[in-house]
């Protein structure tokens, strides 16, 4: 079959300006676009840059765009592609990553020095005195998931704080962190977890689990990060005003079955954050002459908060299962 290519295309350098080069190429019924790909290369342009290895789905090493779709250009079929989507088919780099060359995406940037600054490696705490360490399977479970990530990148493609901050971790270096989290041979995850606290650490990420939606292995990016901000909570790590704020807020539901801004400002702040307690002092002012505070300020429980509080606890007790 005959299919059309609009390809993105850049050289090396902050000042190349991107454009697009066209190729229309003869390929097999049942070929993909990383076969034609290949094809342009050796046919028509040599100096098509692009990236692949296993060929088979299983490395993600050729992640790109197709058709405004991230996809395995290895596994994407150019027949599917033509039939449901326009004349020409678009192959550009996955969103979030800054190119090197044409389809050649910068990994470093991208991912591996994010990944570099967990602390991505165990932390051995000794051994049983066979010299064993033995760990039953259900404790592997957690641990298996997420060493099942082959770094294909389409949870950072998929992310929705990357964009605007490209120095956030992202889904797939925290989702790394997260597979120490729960090793119990690992004695650096406090250490590890007080990395992860930090600015543009696992606080940044907003929970709009497109990430998981992105995954092609099931293994949840987004869960693994509320998984570890959880774990988190129990080793007293609090010292991120969004972590203060979390708490404060479901504190405040479970108490009074309603939220008490007030003291959600306040606890977010961290009480013993003068200077930023000071910074609320205007706000505070205007909210109360503006009468959306009332004078005491007292926050009283709503009706039916016992029935909301049980709930919340019957939560928790089966998340601790
Ligand atoms: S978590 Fe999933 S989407 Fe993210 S890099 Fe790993 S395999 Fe890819």
């Known amino acids: 079959m005959q299919a059309t290519f609009n390809v ?16 229309s190429v003869e390929v097999a019924a049942d070929a993909t ?20 290895s296993c060929l088979r789905g299983y490395c993600g090493d050729c992640t790109v765009r197709v058709n405004g779709k991230a996809a395995f ?17 678009s192959v550009e780099p996955i969103r979030n990553m800054p190119v090197v060359k044409d389809l050649i995406q ?11 600054a967990t602390k991505p490696w165990l932390e051995p705490n000794g051994s049983t005195a066979d010299g064993e360490q033995r760990i039953p ?3 592997m479970a957690k641990v298996r998931k997420a060493m099942s990530c082959f770094y294909c990148g389409l949870c950072d493609e998929g992310c929705t704080v990357l964009p605007v901050d490209f120095n956030f971790l992202g889904p797939a270096a925290l989702t790394k962190a997260s597979r120490f989290t ?8 406090r250490e590890r977890l007080q990395i992860l606290e ?3 650490g696992m606080w940044d990420c907003v929970h709009c689990f497109e990430a998981s939606e992105h995954c092609p292995r099931e293994i949840a990016p987004t869960e693994r990060i509320m998984e570890m901000r959880d774990e988190a909570f129990k080793y007293g790590i609090t010292n991120e005003k969004v972590a203060r704020h979390h708490l404060s807020f479901a504190a ?9 801004e007030g003291r959600l400002a306040i606890e977010s702040e961290g009480l013993t954050n003068f200077k930023g307690l000071m910074k609320l002092l205007p706000t505070a002012v205007k909210a109360i002459t503006r009468g959306k505070a009332p004078i005491p300020y007292l926050h009283h429980k709503r009706e039916g908060s016992e029935k909301i509080t049980r709930i919340i606890e019957k939560a928790e007790a089966n998340k601790e299962k």
Request: aromatic share 10%.
């Open 198 to 200: 930090r600015p543009k």
């Open 106 to 116: 910068d990994w470093d940037a991208f991912l591996w020095n994010k990944i570099d």
């Open 182 to 189: 729960w090793d119990p041979r690992d004695h650096a995850v």
């Open 33 to 52: 676009v990383m076969d034609a790909l290949l094809k342009i290369r050796d046919e028509q342009d040599p100096a098509l840059g692009f990236r692949g």
């Open 73 to 89: 250009a290895c596994t994407a079929k150019v027949a599917a592609l033509a039939k449901k989507g326009p004349a020409e088919i």
């Open 137 to 139: 399977d259900t404790v």
């Open 252 to 260: 405040s539901v479970k108490r009074s079955g309603w939220l008490d």
């Open 8 to 23: 993105y295309r850049k050289e090396p350098g902050p000042n190349s300006k991107p454009g697009r080069s066209t190729y």
